[in-house]
C-alpha cells in the first residue's frame, strides 16, 4: 500500500485492459494487496466477472480506450467517487496486423496506433489532471521489448511499443515536477491471449506450442505468467520504487541479455587457463 502521510483512506488504482492476461492478474495483485480497484475493459461480461470476484475492493467501468471522451469521464467519476487516484496502469493493447510490410493497410495502421499508443496518451493525460493537484500518483505504462529491439512481434506493434517507451520518459520529466512518477513495464513472451493473436478458448493449444518454441530463446527457458508481469507493475506502483521515473523495467526472462548460456559453445562454457 501506498504509505501517504497526507491522505488517509484506501488507496485507488484504474487498470485498462484488465479483464483478462497482465491486466487481470495486476488488479487481483492491487486488490490483494488494499487497493480499490478499478477493472476497466471494453470486455462487459468477463471484466464484471473479474470485479465482482474481488469482492468490495473492486468495481468494472466499461472503458472504450478509443475514445477519450470514455477515458476522461472513467478517470473523472473515480476520482469523484473515492476523493483521489493514486495509480493507473495502461495496459490495454492489441497485436494488431501481422505479416509483410507489402500486405499490410493505413487502417491496420491506425488502428495499432489508436489502440497501443494512442490510448496510453488518454489515460496519462487524465490521470495526470487528477494526480498533479494531489502531487502524488503513479502511472505505469505497459509496453514490449518489441519496443526496444526488432524481431519479436509485428512491424505495428514494434512501432507503436517504442512510442509508448519515449512516451512514458518524455512526460516522466514534467509530471515528476509535481510529485507524479511514470514508468513502464517491457514484458517479454508472457502466457497470455496476446501472444497467440487469439481471444477465443483455442489460445490456450496455440501457447503450448509458442512455449516449446521460445524456450531455447532466452535464460529462464518458459513463458512469463501474468502474476510475475503483475508483480514488476506494483513495485513501479508502489512506494518501493520511490526514486524511480521514466524507467522501462525489462521483464523477459533474460531475452535481451543474449544467447542463453546452454546454448553458447562448449569452448566458452569449458575452463580454460589463460595463456599469453
Known amino acids: 500500500m501506498i504509505d501517504d502521510p497526507d491522505q488517509s483512506g484506501q488507496a485507488v488504482c484504474i487498470v485498462t485492459g484488465a ?10 495483485l492491487f486488490a490483494a494487496k488494499g487497493y480499490q480497484v478499478i477493472v476497466a475493459d471494453i470486455q462487459v461480461e468477463r471484466g464484471e ?6 469482492g468490495a475492493d473492486a468495481q468494472f467501468h466499461r472503458l472504450d480506450v478509443l475514445s477519450e471522451d470514455n477515458f476522461s469521464e472513467t478517470i473523472s467519476a473515480v476520482a469523484a467517487q473515492f476523493g483521489r487516484l493514486d495509480c493507473l496502469v495502461n495496459n490495454a493493447a492489441i497485436t494488431g496486423a501481422m ?13 495499432a496506433v489508436d489502440i497501443i499508443y494512442r490510448s496510453v496518451f488518454f489515460g496519462c493525460k487524465h490521470a495526470a489532471r487528477i494526480m498533479q493537484p494531489q502531487r502524488r500518483g503513479s502511472i505505469v505504462n505497459i509496453a514490449s521489448i518489441s519496443g526496444k529491439t ?6 505495428f506493434y514494434a512501432a507503436c511499443k517504442a512510442a509508448v517507451i519515449q512516451f512514458t520518459k518524455s512526460i516522466a520529466l514534467e509530471l515528476i515536477e509535481d510529485g507524479v512518477r511514470v514508468n513502464a513495464v517491457c514484458p517479454g513472451n508472457v502466457e497470455t491471449p496476446i501472444l497467440t493473436g487469439i481471444r477465443d478458448d483455442r489460445w490456450r493449444q496455440r501457447i503450448e506450442r509458442i512455449g516449446s518454441e521460445m524456450k531455447d530463446m532466452q535464460a529462464i527457458g518458459r513463458l512469463a505468467r501474468p502474476a510475475e508481469l503483475a508483480e514488476a507493475i506494483y513495485w513501479l506502483a508502489s512506494d518501493a520504487s ?7 523495467l525489462v521483464a523477459d526472462g533474460g531475452l535481451l541479455a543474449g544467447r542463453p548460456w546452454r546454448l553458447q559453445p562448449e569452448h566458452f562454457r569449458n575452463y580454460h587457463e589463460a595463456k599469453f
Not at 479483464?19 to 487481483?28: K, L, V
Open 150 to 155: 526488432a524481431g519479436y512481434s509485428p512491424h
Open 49 to 54: 466477472a473479474v470485479a465482482a470476484s474481488l
Open 19 to 28: 479483464a483478462s492476461g497482465i491486466g487481470e492478474a495486476t488488479a487481483r
Open 242 to 248: 520511490s526514486f524511480v521515473t521514466g524507467h522501462d
Open 99 to 111: 505479416g509483410p510490410l507489402a500486405g499490410l493497410s493505413a487502417e491496420d495502421f491506425g488502428l
